[in-house]
Structures are given as structure tokens and as C-alpha cells.
């Protein structure tokens, strides 16, 4: 077994999932295809080797003259029900070893929700182990998402300090480059060594994302590094800074330590209770040249959601059976555990943080309704948020920031591929793409929480039932049981308690 810098352990070779298949038939489809156009079916989609070969419908534009014969062909008959591309979660961690007990406990976590490609920003457990954990998952030799990996310019990634001169960063970018990253994560830094980190990414093709770090937001807010070129802002940070009109600084208190996570965490929402009004010129300025930018947000709500209301994080129904111990650890309240600071969590914090939330939700539907790109991110392993469900979270959150159903389904697969730049062969589901699928049997525009992996609770006749959680994961036409892989995870958690007792 293969660890990292960090000492997490590599996946194990693959066991589960069949296929591909030189034919493979969904017939009797219900189609959400990404692209933000309405379900329709149903449809039979025809599948060869990896690829998406041809969509027949009835009564349809299809790609398909005929019904594909199902002669020496595999077919899954699904009886109506939905299929959509896989879920890409724009903003992931492997999670390192005191977050997650191993990396397959994580990849079976997200393909058993249906996500089939991650944006791994940071490789903290080495880039030379990420790398490898993303070829393996390419070459399907572990049940895994694929990894598109952006390190991050830091100490950690790499052998050697974090990068200080504009020559070190450029450096830098172009050994991660020559070890075939993808991309590079910011977390802000000088403007020197970050303006020069994004030149190179850019002169060398590779693709760049920023948690705005508030220290460094003074100098460099989501602007500043959108006019470099960056392609994505992570979370929310350095936008309200960027609208500042009646001040030029965050306002905190004087007795502020930024290194102290409470308090951090507790006046971050007083950024954007600080920031200019909706609507306001200050806001529609950063809007539209954010636009005219390009710039995607990628803005992971979901991850500070426990920030407007712990107690449901903390009792959220999946922890007893997929959280791992190791994990429930991580998340308890810690001086010296990054996302732990709701040890003295107060009414003012969350309802500052409701506010915030307000605020936040409607700049990121502004930008969406402009044409801006929203991606989906999901940041699980911090803060009470679990790998696979933070992400159906997500869908939730994008949902109640005023996006239409479709416009999320949208934003976690389409958006999320042209940001990664992959939209060329992956994010919907059409002849041509890679057979990177979810299939569940409810309809999730009506109600996203069948996506969750611990299911959905309805009152039937028959009584109070459990239903939903994905049915089956396509990932490169190989055909995952989610359910098998959601119980692999809850039988890992199961051995960690036993062994814990
Ligand atoms: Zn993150």
C-alpha cells in the first residue's frame, strides 16, 4: 500500500463496478442531460466501450434512427428512471490522513452520491502521491472519480518552503506543471509571487483557483486576481472587499487575531454585512466585470452552513453510519484543527452568519442570471461536512439561492466541466461524451434530498420508508452498484468503531 507525504493510504486495486462494455443499453430513460434543457423521455441511451454512442427517443430529435437492438448487447432496463451526467465537484480534498482514515473511504463516499470527477485543490498529501492516485483512477484501476489536481503553492506540495520571489513561484509552477498538474490552488499570497504564479499557470496551460486569504485581501482581492487571469474564486472570500466603497478594510475588532479560528470565522460574516447593498453601483460594477473576466465562482455554501446553524451539523442524520471516527474526531472543537471553531458558538455568530448567507446567496444568483459561471464545490472533510453528501447539500444550497432546479443540476455538471475545462468530452449527457452517468430512480428536480446516500424519508402507505440514495454511478462506462459502495463506506465505519472499542 501506497502513502503519502502524509501517510494517507493509497486506494486498493479495484473490485467493484463491470464493464465497460463493447454495448450497453439504458433503456427507458428519463434524461436530465446538464445542459439546463428540461427532462425528457423516455429514451434509450446507447453505450460503447466508455463513450455515449447515440440517445434514441420515440418521439424525439434522435441521434439514433432507430431503437438500438439489444442483440449481444448488456441491457439495464430502468423504468423511468432519471439519468443525469455524474455530479463534478468543483472544490474537493482527498482529505489527509486525520481527516479521512483512507483515501478509498472518500472515493467510495462520492461515487456512491454520484460524483465522478473532483477538482482536488491543494494535493496536501503530496503531489507526487495525488498524481499517481489520478492516473490509477484514470486507468480505472481503483473505484474512483477522476482527479483533476491542482496543488497548492505552499509548503507541502512539493519538497522545499512555500515560493517568497516572483522566481521561485514561476519555478515552482513549472515543476508542478512538468509532473502534469492540472491546475494551481491559491490561497493568497503577495501580489508579486501571486501575479507571477498565475502567468506562468497561464503561459503553461494549466488553470488557476483562490481561497482569498482575508490577510492577503488587502492587497488582493477577487479583482485584483481576476484581472490576472485567475479562472476561479473559491468560497466567497475577497469579494466583499472588492466592493468596499466606505472603507478600504475589513472592520474587526481591535483585539482581532487572525490566527485564532473563532473569531475569524465569527467576523467573517461581518464582511459581508460590511460590503456595499444588492443592487448598489459598488455591486453591479464587481459583477459585471467579473463577467467580463470570465471568472467562474465556484462558492461551496454548503461548507459553512454549520456557521448559521451548528446543532444541525453536528446531529446531521449520516454521521452514525458514514462518518468515520477518524473524521468525527477532526470536526470537534480544536485550536489546531483548520474548520474546528465552533467551540463557543453563539445566537449572535449564526444569525450574523444568517445574514451573511442572504447576502452571499443573492451575489452568486446575480452573477448566475447575468451569464456569469456558478460552479458546484462541495470542500467536505471540514467542518461536520461529509465527503458525497456536502456536495447534495450544495444542490440544496444553489437551490435556495434562487436557482431554478435545472440551473443546478446545470451549475454541478456542465459549468463544472467547462471550468476544468473538459466540457469537450464530459457534464452531459450526449452521443459523443464519456459515459459518466448518475442514475436514481426518483425525480431529483423535485426533491434533490433523494440524492442523499443515507436516502430520504417519506411516508408511504406501506408506512415510513427510506427511499432514494443513487442507484448506480457510470464512471467511463464501467457500471458501479452505489448502493454496494455506499455499504463498503458504512462497513469501514462500522470496523473503525469496533476497533476504537
Ligand atoms: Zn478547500
Not at 130 to 159: Q, S, W
Not at 382 to 396: N, R, S
Amino acid at each position: 500500500m501506497t502513502l503519502g507525504s502524509t501517510g494517507q493510504i493509497a486506494a486498493p486495486d479495484r473490485t467493484s463496478g463491470s464493464g465497460p462494455y463493447p454495448r450497453l443499453i439504458l433503456r427507458n430513460a428519463m434524461i436530465i442531460d446538464g445542459t439546463g434543457a428540461a427532462a425528457y423521455g423516455p429514451a434509450d441511451i446507447l453505450i460503447e466501450d466508455d463513450r455515449i454512442t447515440g440517445i434514441w427517443e420515440p418521439n424525439g430529435a434522435s441521434s439514433l434512427t432507430e431503437r438500438p437492438s439489444t442483440d449481444g448487447a448488456e441491457v439495464m432496463d430502468l423504468d423511468g428512471s432519471y439519468v443525469m451526467p455524474g455530479l463534478i465537484d468543483s472544490h474537493a480534498h482527498i482529505g489527509k490522513p486525520e481527516q479521512a482514515p483512507n483515501a478509498d473511504y472518500v472515493y467510495k463516499l462520492w461515487l456512491g452520491h454520484g460524483v465522478t470527477t473532483i477538482r482536488e485543490l491543494g494535493a496536501f498529501n503530496g503531489l507526487d502521491w495525488t498524481m499517481d492516485e489520478a492516473r490509477r483512477a484514470e486507468a480505472n484501476e481503483i473505484a474512483a472519480p477522476r482527479l483533476r489536481i491542482y496543488p497548492a503553492l505552499r509548503a507541502g506540495t512539493l519538497d522545499g518552503p512555500t515560493p517568497v520571489t516572483a522566481d521561485e513561484a514561476t519555478a515552482w509552477v513549472n515543476e508542478v506543471a512538468d509532473r502534469g498538474a492540472n491546475g494551481v490552488k491559491f490561497f493568497g499570497t503577495s501580489p508579486t509571487v501571486f501575479g507571477a504564479a498565475v502567468e506562468a499557470a497561464r503561459a503553461r496551460g494549466l488553470r488557476t483557483a483562490c481561497h482569498h486569504d482575508q490577510r492577503r485581501a488587502a492587497q488582493v482581492n477577487a479583482l485584483t486576481s481576476a484581472r490576472w487571469g485567475l479562472n476561479s474564486i473559491e468560497h466567497w472570500y475577497g469579494i466583499p472587499e472588492a466592493m468596499f466603497r466606505d472603507r478600504t478594510l475589513q472592520h474587526v475588532p481591535t483585539d482581532y487575531n487572525h490566527n485564532s479560528e473563532p473569531q475569524r470565522f465569527s467576523q467573517g460574516a461581518h464582511l459581508w454585512l460590511q460590503t456595499a447593498e444588492r443592487g448598489s453601483d459598488a455591486w453591479q460594477e464587481t459583477l459585471d466585470e467579473l463577467l467580463e473576466l470570465g471568472t467562474a465562482l465556484s462558492p461551496t455554501f454548503n461548507i459553512y452552513i454549520g456557521s448559521r446553524d451548528a446543532a444541525r451539523v453536528r446531529t446531521s442524520e449520516w454521521h452514525s453510519e458514514f462518518t468515520s471516527p477518524t473524521l468525527w474526531e477532526f470536526f470537534q472543537p480544536s485550536a489546531d484543527k483548520h474548520g474546528s471553531y465552533m467551540g463557543d458558538w453563539t445566537s449572535e455568530d449564526e444569525i450574523a452568519w444568517r445574514h451573511a448567507y442572504v447576502k452571499w446567496m443573492s451575489f452568486v444568483n446575480d452573477y448566475k442570471n447575468l451569464g456569469g459561471l456558478v460552479t458546484a464545490g462541495s470542500d467536505s472533510g471540514f467542518i461536520y461536512k461529509v465527503f458525497g453528501f456536502g456536495l447534495i447539500e450544495e444542490l440544496e444550497l444553489l437551490l435556495e439561492a434562487g436557482f431554478h432546479p435545472l440551473e443546478v443540476v446545470r451549475t454541478a455538471t456542465l459549468n463544472s466541466a467547462v471550468l476544468l475545462g473538459i466540457d469537450d468530452e464530459l457534464g452531459s449527457v450526449e452521443p459523443g461524451k464519456i459515459a459518466d452517468l448518475l442514475i436514481v430512480k426518483d425525480n431529483p428536480l423535485s426533491n434533490f434530498k433523494v440524492l442523499y446516500g443515507h436516502g430520504h424519508l417519506r411516508a408511504e402507505e406501506s408506512g415510513l420508508n427510506r427511499v432514494g440514495g443513487v442507484d448506480f454511478t457510470l464512471r467511463s462506462g464501467i457500471v458501479y452498484d452505489a448502493r454496494e459502495l455506499r455499504n463498503d463506506v458504512k462497513a469501514m465505519v462500522a470496523e473503525e468503531k469496533s476497533a476504537q472499542n
